[in-house]
Each structure stands twice: as structure tokens, then as C-alpha cells.
């Protein structure tokens, strides 16, 4: 049983199932590992399969977070195999030999990715068997122990292996027949199983029924672009994978690199700590072997079920075989946000302690009980790691026991936005968007449905993809986001809704979500779609009498016709304005609104524009007719006022003098009361025989000219502007 005088055998029975309320919290690891007095030197030969990514810092930040004052160092060159690696530790000075020179607790060999898989006989083999060998020799001479870097298959496999799983197969086989070779009962040698943890993974991705090699798996993002090399996902996994397996404690809860997000990082170190705790009975690690005089009964390894939020209870016993009473303190310890309790002082983790009597077996029970599924999490499948620990009280030796628990499945759906009211007008098609997500801890498919509810909010038939109903349709358009959700994952579905072409109406229906493994829990949420009234108008014109030209101080009149082409009475608004900034139209309306039902018009509307006085010709005003809804124009018109010429003069005498020897002197004043420039032709004719002149009305640019009577009896102004004023005057000499 050991190398002590107390042999305390433990022996572990699961004894029954229990329900009670699962408790809050996130997966975790409780490590309680006190720190080493000394250094734990590590170094590790490899190639750029530990280079990459820094495999040896990664370590050594696992192993200093869990109390280890760990040194890890490496030496790597990219693509050397063991026998290459011999090369070097067999060469004076070479830093290969220098290094081996010195004692290491652990050194950690890793050969070529591919020649493990190679079949024994082969020459890469065989090399690679001889300088594991001397290597072996080379760290037993040291006092160092042997662990053997077991890689993982080529993500798409190689040109010997069709896939991941087959080359895999071949890699694990080749690891432990180098380990057969040269393990020893006195010293034997160990295989970190990375490469199985890799497995674990690809198997749980296939097993969800998703190809495991598409891109953004956990396990394909394990990988580089290469397909061979790891991504830092991959080299935190084997990191984790080293940890546990020098150390026997599990790595859930440590701390990892800030590129991998915390729930995939848990991801990583569940399923490093079930390759090794669970999954590799047959191997045999350091852990196990480091002198405890105190064990067990069964060995590790024992995998329970449980589901989400039920608890489990299990028993234990443990008997002191040696011949003198002794102590013995147990504790149990597991993942984060599981409860563990029992019905002794202290809780487990802390540990109780026993009296040990000789030959005396003992029983004590505890419980272990699982969280609710939170966020996608625990994922089912996941295994969880608990173990117990027994200290004798005389030589402090200790023995583990370390079994898992394998969360159960949960599967439920929920609808997070959609429903609601929602509207159209007779005969359109809406197009609504129902958000849903995956509630349980699987990759599963969410099924959607709709039904027509009745007045009360009971379902009308079974629901499906689609329904009809007075005129109504609706189908689920899309759903493609739906399937295979992760945990926790949201998608969109769309519905399209057609109304009949007709007002009033509405429809409701239900929209049904629910997980493809449990179509029994189901989410709803009620939708109603309405039918809204259409408003519209269309304003026309009857008749245009302002095509034509409009003098100053008239009027031109337009007539217009309104109809509503709406399903409802409404009330128009008639507007009707010149452009801004015209100031000489002034716009009026025979009636500014108009009501009328639905397919009704109404003719004979009368705009009037007025010109005001003194426009000046052929300026053009844009006038804007309108028909308004609210703040809602739903049609406009038009139409242009074009001022016309108008052509007038205004002739005023001003004085007429007649002098003492008969001559008779006049004058005038000769003004444009036209609305543009116009030309002036002046005569002056005498209904007797005498001497007249004229002087001339004079051009506004000229300058005033003196009279000269009978120089000129008529005279021309080529362009007067309006209401320009020009003066002449006459002289008439008396008769001869």
C-alpha cells in the first residue's frame, strides 16, 4: 500500500441520485496546492511545434498561478526529430549537451509531427526510438524523469492519413510504443497526452453534429492557417495538458493568455483535465508515482452523470490497515459554482478531520450538486473534475482519488425581441423580424412556427410556416440563422405579412419558438398586424386661363379638381403661392378646404392671380398649387403667370401763352404710362397758314437743347422707359 507504517485504504460508492435547486455560479477549478519549498526545473527539446506561440512561457505561467516556483526553459530548431535532438546532446559544446549536463526535474522530448505515425519498421522510426533512448539515458543521469510530448494529428490529416482522427490514431500509438521502450518499473517514463486533448475536442465538435474541420470549430480555431501548427488556443490546450499532467491538479480556473476569451479558455483547460484525469486510465504520471504511502481503494478515473440542477449523493469509506490508531484528514474539492456539502463541520474543501482508528472502516456521505445551465453554461458534455484527498496524520503521506461529473443536457428556446403591433395599408406585404436564442448547453436547431390566434388569444390549428385566413397570408421567410445555434447564440427569423385589399381588418397570430430536442418547452409572443386606412389625393387642372399673357392690374383664373383616392373621409388643405420673392402676384383660392369621402371629387376650384399695377412686362411667376393631409402633401400643381406689354402715353399741357404781337407759345408733358420701353413720334400741324416750330421732346440721355421755332415741325424718341416724362414745347408766329 506504501512506503509508510499507516496504510489508510479509501473506497469510493455512488449511492443516490437527488434533486434540489442547482446553485449559481461559473465553472472554476479549486486547486489548493501549497507552494513548493523548491524550484521545479523543466526543460523542454522540441521543435516548432513548442516554439510556437511560446509553449514553455505558457507553461511556466500555469504552473507559477497554481503556486509552483517553476523554472521552464526550452531549446527547439524547426522540423527535428528525436534523432536529431540525440545528434545534438551527443556533440561537445553543443547547447543541447550543456543543457543535459545539468539536473532537470522534468524533461519534456517531442519529435517530428509525423514520424510517430509512421510504422514501426520504418528507417525515421527506428532513428527515432535509438535517440529517444539515448536521451532517456542522458536524463536519468541527471536524476531527471522523462515526459514525452505526444502531439496531435494535422487538422485535414497528412499524405498518409486521410483526416485528423486516423493520423491521430497513429501518432498516439507511436508515443506509447517509444514509452514501452523505454519505461522502466524502477523509473518509469511518462506521455503528456496533447494530442488527446485535441481528440477530446474534435470528438465533442462531431458529436454536436457539426463538422468538426469547419472553420470557427473549437476545434478547427486549435489550429494555425496551416492546418498543422497550433493557433495560441492550441498551445494554451497543451500548456494545460502539461500542467495536470506533472502536477495532477486540474487547470480550470487559471489564468489565460489575454487573446483567448475567458469561456473558451474554460473550454480549453475542461477538456485538458478530463484527456488526463478521465480519459487515460492506462497512462501512468508523475503525480501518481511521487511516494504516497496512503491510497485509494478504486482507482481514479470514474465518470458520473448528472443533470443541470439536480445533485448526486455518493459515499465513501476508508480503513486504517496498519496496527496503531492514526488521523486522517479528507477533503473534497471540485469545480467553481457546484456545491459539495456534507453533514460535518467545515465544509469539504476545508476538510475534516478523522479519527483513524486500527482496523476500523469508516463511512462518510456528501453531496455534490450541479448548477443551472447560465449563458450556454456548464456545456453538456463538459466533464468536471472533483477530487478527494486523504492526509495521514502521522507521516502527513496522501493519497487522491480524482473522478468527474458529466453535465447533463439542457435545451430550451427563447424569443428576445418580435411581436408587438404592427401596420399596413390594404393589399401591401410587411416584412417583421422575431430575434430568438438558443437557451440550452448543445449545438441544436430552433424550430419556428406561426398560428392565427382568435379573439381571446387561442391558438386557431397547428402552428407551421405559414397561414391564411379572410385574405390574410403570412409565411416564416427565413430562418436560416436558425440552425445549428451554439449555446447561448441568437439568430433572426423573418415573417412577411400580405393584407387583403381592403380596410378595416387585422390579423393575429402567435410566433412559436422551440429547440429541435425538446418540443415541448416553448417560447411565444403575439403579433398584430392592421390594416391602416389609405389617405391620398390627386389635384388636377380643369381649366388654365392663365396660359396666356395678363396685363397689369387684371386677373387670370385657374380651375382645378380634387379627388380622394384614400379608403377614408379627409379633409384637404388647398394651398396656393407665388415663388418667394415675388412680390407682384397676388395669389387667392375660392375655398381653402375641401372634405370629401372616400372616391369622391370635387371640380370647379377657383385660383385667382392678380398682376399688380406698373408690372413691368414679361416677367414670369411659378405658381405652386398644393393638396395637404396633415403635414402631408400627397399632390401638387404648377402653372406659370406671364405679364403682358402694355403700351400708353399720357399728353399734358402744361402752359399755353399767347403774346402781345400775337405769337402763341405752348408746351407739354409726354409720359410713358406703359410697362416697358417705348418709341415716341412727335408732330405738329397748324389748321392755318402761319409759322409754327416744335421742340422735339428730348432722348433721357441728351442734353436740353435751346427752341428754335420753325427749325422742325416733328420730331422722334426711339425708347422712353416707363413713366419717363419728356417736355416739348411749340411756337406759332402770327400770321403773314
Same mark, same amino acid.
Not at 266 to 279: K, R, S, W
Not at 510 to 536: D, K, M, N, Y
Not at 602 to 630: F, H, K, N, Q, Y
Not at 725 to 731: F, K, Q, R
Given at each position: ?410 435545451? !430550451? +428556446?427563447?424569443?428576445? %425581441?418580435?411581436?408587438?403591433?404592427? /401596420?399596413? *395599408? $390594404?393589399? @401591401? &406585404?410587411?416584412?417583421? #423580424?422575431? =430575434? ?68 378595416? !381588418? +387585422?390579423?393575429?397570430? %402567435?410566433?412559436?419558438?422551440?429547440? /429541435?430536442? *425538446? $418540443?415541448? @418547452? &416553448?417560447?411565444?409572443? #403575439?403579433? =398584430? ?208
Amino acid at each position: 500500500m506504501g512506503r509508510g507504517s499507516l496504510a489508510v485504504a479509501m473506497t469510493l460508492v455512488m449511492i443516490l441520485h437527488l434533486s434540489s435547486p442547482a446553485l449559481l455560479g461559473m465553472e472554476g477549478g479549486d486547486r489548493g496546492t501549497e507552494a513548493r519549498d523548491s524550484s521545479l526545473d523543466i526543460l523542454m527539446l522540441g521543435n516548432s511545434y513548442t516554439s510556437t506561440n511560446s509553449l514553455a512561457v505558457r507553461l511556466d505561467s500555469i504552473l507559477t498561478d497554481s503556486g509552483e516556483d517553476a523554472v521552464v526553459t526550452s531549446l527547439t530548431s524547426g522540423g527535428l526529430k528525436l534523432s536529431e535532438h540525440a545528434e545534438r546532446a551527443d556533440t561537445p559544446g553543443h547547447s543541447w549537451n550543456a543543457s543535459l549536463q545539468q539536473q532537470h526535474d522534468f524533461v519534456i522530448l517531442q519529435d517530428q509531427s509525423q514520424v510517430p505515425g509512421l510504422s514501426t519498421e520504418t528507417e525515421y522510426w527506428q532513428e527515432s526510438l535509438e535517440g529517444l533512448e539515448y536521451l532517456n539515458q542522458r536524463i536519468e543521469s541527471q536524476g531527471g524523469d522523462t515526459i514525452l510530448f505526444m502531439t496531435w494529428g494535422r487538422k485535414e490529416g497528412d499524405w498518409l492519413h486521410p483526416d485528423f482522427s486516423s493520423m491521430q490514431d497513429s501518432v498516439s500509438r507511436g508515443y506509447e510504443m517509444y514509452n514501452e521502450n523505454i519505461s522502466t518499473s524502477d523509473r518509469p517514463t511518462y506521455i503528456a497526452p496533447v494530442g488527446l486533448a485535441f481528440k477530446h475536442i474534435h470528438d465533442a465538435v462531431e458529436a454536436s453534429g457539426v463538422n468538426a474541420t469547419d472553420d470557427s470549430t473549437a476545434f478547427s480555431t486549435l489550429y494555425g492557417s496551416d492546418g498543422s501548427h497550433p493557433s495560441i488556443d492550441g498551445t494554451y490546450l497543451a500548456a494545460c495538458v502539461f500542467h495536470s499532467t506533472i502536477t495532477g491538479e486540474s487547470s480550470v480556473g487559471s489564468a489565460a493568455p489575454s487573446q483567448i476569451a475567458p469561456w473558451r479558455a474554460l473550454e480549453l483547460q475542461q477538456a485538458a483535465a478530463a484527456t488526463v484525469f478521465n480519459e487515460t486510465p492506462d497512462y501512468t504520471y508523475p503525480w501518481q508515482v511521487e511516494g504516497s504511502s496512503v491510497r485509494f481503494g478504486p482507482e481514479s478515473g470514474s465518470v458520473f452523470e448528472i443533470d443541470p440542477g439536480a445533485s448526486i449523493g455518493l459515499n465513501f469509506n476508508f480503513t486504517n490497515h496498519a496496527e496503531v490508531d492514526d488521523t486522517a484528514m479528507v477533503a473534497i474539492t471540485g469545480a467553481q459554482g457546484w456545491e459539495i456539502g456534507w453533514q460535518k463541520p467545515g465544509s469539504p474543501q476545508a476538510g475534516h478531520l478523522f479519527e483513524a482508528p486500527s482496523d476500523v472502516t469508516q463511512w462518510v456521505q456528501f453531496s455534490i450538486t450541479a448548477p443551472s445551465v447560465s449563458d450556454g453554461y456548464p456545456l453538456a458534455g463538459s466533464l468536471h473534475q472533483f477530487s478527494m484527498q486523504l492526509t495521514s496524520g502521522s507521516d502527513g503521506s496522501r493519497d487522491w482519488y480524482n473522478f468527474s461529473l458529466r453535465y447533463g443536457f439542457h435545451h !430550451g +428556446a427563447s424569443i428576445e %425581441e418580435g411581436g408587438g403591433n404592427a /401596420s399596413l *395599408s $390594404p393589399g @401591401e &406585404v410587411i416584412d417583421l #423580424s422575431v =430575434t430568438v436564442r438558443n437557451l440550452g448547453n448543445s449545438v441544436r436547431d430552433l424550430i419556428v412556427g406561426i398560428a392565427e390566434t382568435d379573439g381571446d388569444g387561442t391558438l386557431v390549428g397547428e402552428p407551421g410556416m405559414s397561414l391564411s385566413s379572410e385574405g390574410w397570408a403570412a409565411i416564416v421567410l427565413s430562418r436560416v440563422e436558425l440552425d445549428a445555434m451554439a449555446p447561448n447564440e441568437s439568430g433572426q427569423t423573418h415573417i412577411q405579412v400580405q393584407a387583403p385589399d381592403r380596410y378595416p !381588418g +387585422a390579423l393575429s397570430f %402567435e410566433v412559436l419558438v422551440w429547440s /429541435s430536442a *425538446s $418540443p415541448e @418547452e &416553448v417560447s411565444t409572443v #403575439s403579433q =398584430t398586424v392592421s390594416i391602416t386606412p389609405r389617405t391620398g389625393g390627386l389635384l388636377s387642372l380643369d381649366s388654365n386661363g392663365c396660359e396666356g399673357d395678363t396685363q397689369p392690374g387684371d386677373s387670370c383664373h385657374v380651375s382645378f379638381r380634387v379627388e380622394n383616392t384614400g379608403d377614408v373621409t379627409s379633409s384637404f388643405l388647398l394651398t396656393a403661392a407665388a415663388a418667394e420673392g415675388v412680390g407682384w402676384l397676388t395669389v387667392e383660392a375660392s375655398m381653402d378646404v375641401i372634405t370629401l369621402g372616400p372616391g369622391q371629387s370635387m371640380s370647379g376650384i377657383e385660383v385667382s392671380c392678380t398682376v399688380s399695377e406698373d408690372t413691368s412686362a414679361d416677367l414670369i411667376a411659378l405658381v405652386d398649387t398644393r393638396i395637404w393631409l396633415g403635414d402631408w402633401s400627397p399632390d401638387a400643381v404648377q402653372f406659370e403667370v406671364m405679364v403682358d406689354e402694355r403700351y400708353e402715353w399720357f399728353l399734358e399741357r402744361v402752359s399755353s401763352d399767347l403774346s402781345g404781337d400775337n405769337n402763341l407759345t405752348s408746351r407739354w408733358t409726354l409720359t410713358n404710362a406703359g410697362n416697358e420701353p417705348d418709341g415716341l413720334v412727335v408732330n405738329l400741324d397748324v389748321n392755318m397758314v402761319t409759322d409754327f416750330g416744335l421742340q422735339p421732346p428730348r432722348e433721357p440721355s441728351s442734353a436740353p437743347r435751346s427752341a428754335i421755332p420753325g427749325l422742325s415741325r416733328s420730331g422722334t424718341s426711339n425708347r422712353v422707359t416707363p413713366w419717363y416724362s419728356a417736355h416739348g414745347w411749340m411756337s406759332r408766329r402770327r400770321p403773314l
